[in-house]
């Protein structure tokens, strides 16, 4: 991101039902959190939102796609 902020995103293990558990958060250039990380279960191929980052006077809002 321009600002220097990373997004983090982890799958961390399969789930029952075709997706994954996975973590997401954005920092701050030195390390500290801007986005606090989140949980979530995402399914492969179905998008899910990590949205709160400002950016030109609006609100930028990801969507994220699991692939395998």
């Given at each position: 991101?321009?600002?220097g902020r ?43 939102f990590v949205?709160?980052?400002q950016f ?13």
């Amino acid at each position: 991101m321009l600002n220097g902020r990373v997004l983090h995103v982890t799958a961390v293990e399969p789930t029952s039902e075709h997706g994954y558990r996975v973590k997401a958060a954005i920092t701050q250039p030195g390390g500290n959190a801007y986005l606090k990380q989140l949980e979530l279960t995402a399914k492969v191929n179905e998008p899910f939102f990590v949205a709160g980052q400002q950016f030109h006077g609006g609100t930028l809002i990801l969507a994220i796609t699991l692939r395998r």
